[in-house]
């Protein structure tokens, strides 16, 4: 799946991006959303606009600015780059949990974890044009969000009582389930794009 997104991203129209994006949302909102928001949970229905619709009209949004497009390649590199960290170091020496009551397997070695993979990556990518103040408050305020969606994600699956939005991706769960850091990624980098779109075109015309 995440080549077929790249591959769309580098290689064909925005567009094309653009309708893989919205078919993501149309199978989120008609075949995962009513498994952890049953139709007689109307809050959680109201809640649907705000999250997860909102966010994909974000990236929808960045996708169809030229100057704002490496925003989203941004948002979409971080997440995955949290959630692998997270995994690796919390696999490996996870022992305090940080979220019991909702998601008892995330521990604060993990959250490290990530919050060191989002900065590499973020040094890796404009650590040349940005201050070291800049990539540590961004460092840290894409730990907080990307865990945040995470967490709310597990948050509304554990009140309906299920294990994952469901069984499209075997092994991964449902496509909600790999979207819940970037939808809160993007919503963030979304806010700071005029900070973070000239940092990257510098990087990119280097």
Known sequence: MGLIFWVAYFYFPPFVLTTELLLVLAYIL???????????????????????????????CLNSVLFYRPVLFLAFVLAPAFDTGSYILGKAFGRRALCVPISPDKTWEGFLGGVLAIGATLLFMIGRYA?????????????????????????????????????????????L????SIIAVVLFCYLLRDYLAPLLARSIIA
């Open 177 to 180: 389930d790999r979207f819940d």
């Open 131 to 175: 201050s070291i103040t800049g990539l540590v408050a961004l460092t840290i305020g894409v730990s907080v969000v990307a865990l945040a969606g995470d967490l709310l994600e597990s948050w509304l699956k554990r009140a309906a009582g299920v294990k994952d939005a469901s069984q499209v991706l075997p092994g991964h769960g449902g496509l």
């Open 30 to 60: 008609l075949f995962e959303w009513p498994r952890i928001c049953p139709l007689d949970r109307v809050w959680c229905w109201a809640l649907a606009p705000i999250y997860p619709v909102f966010p994909f009209v974000i990236m929808v």
